[in-house]
């Protein structure tokens, strides 16, 4: 079946540092790929998206590119901030699985200042 | 416009009682997904709602588990005789149309307490 992992958390990181966040799925097909983020106190949101491969997804500073080859979506930001603490899930759907989302284990990131 | 909105935000109840989640997905969204977010399981997929099609409810833990969407918006997630397992943040999203590409948007969540 489908699945997704990610790098094991927690990372913590000083402000203005570089992140990654590795992920790497498994599905048939051509899923979307996604990354949600949950600031503390806040329900899931989408952060960026990537539909087919080579596609870049990009927000808030944050960027991932969809690699086929690697089955990867690693999410990377060159300049992190306080206010980007927050738990970071990547996800994939195919709409052959009724476009449910298979959710990573989350990555709990915290920046200080 | 509004979001996703679920009630209660939080349950505590007894083991053996059956509970009730509702959810209320934004306005014209045709598909509405239900997840299970837990300490041991992570996010998990546990029933899906597009349209006026049977639901896919493959990923219901139990037959303790049902759920129900009556006139193509509101959503009921009811789990008989709740267990200690159950305990979980309960969350609802709903997308425009359930396409692959379409994203999802999620309510606040239930937080359900199983003592």
């Known amino acids: 079946g489908d699945s997704v992992t990610q790098m094991e958390g927690p990372v913590t990181l000083s402000e203005e540092a570089f992140l990654t966040i590795n992920c790497t799925y498994t599905a048939t097909g051509y899923p979307s790929l996604f990354w949600y983020v949950q600031y503390p106190g806040e329900g899931l949101q989408l952060l960026l998206k990537?539909?087919?491969?080579?596609d870049k997804g990009s927000n808030k500073g944050f960027e991932a590119t969809y690699r086929k080859e690697t089955t990867s979506f690693h999410l990377e930001k060159g300049s992190v901030q306080v206010s980007d603490s927050a738990v970071y899930f990547c996800?994939?759907?195919?709409?052959?699985?009724?476009?449910?989302?298979?959710f990573g284990e989350g990555t709990q990131l915290t920046v200080n200042p | 416009g509004a979001g996703v909105s679920q009630s209660p935000s939080n349950k505590v109840t007894e083991k053996g009682k059956d509970v009730e989640l509702r959810c209320d997905p934004i306005?014209?969204?045709?598909?509405l997904y239900w997840y299970r977010q837990s300490l041991g399981q992570g996010l998990e997929f546990l029933i899906y709602f597009q349209g006026n099609s049977a639901p896919d409810k493959s990923g219901l833990p139990s037959d303790r588990f049902s759920a129900e969407r009556t006139g193509g918006s509101v959503s009921t997630l009811t789990i008989q005789r709740t267990q200690q397992e159950d305990s979980a943040v309960y969350l609802c999203?709903?997308?425009?149309?359930?396409?692959?590409?379409?994203?999802?948007?999620f309510g606040p969540g239930t937080r359900l307490l199983v003592l």
């Open positions: 990537a539909t087919k491969a080579d």
């Open positions: 306005s014209g969204h045709t598909a």
């Open positions: 999203a709903s997308s425009l149309g359930g396409g692959r590409v379409e994203t999802q948007y």
């Open positions: 996800a994939l759907s195919r709409e052959t699985s009724g476009s449910r989302l298979t």
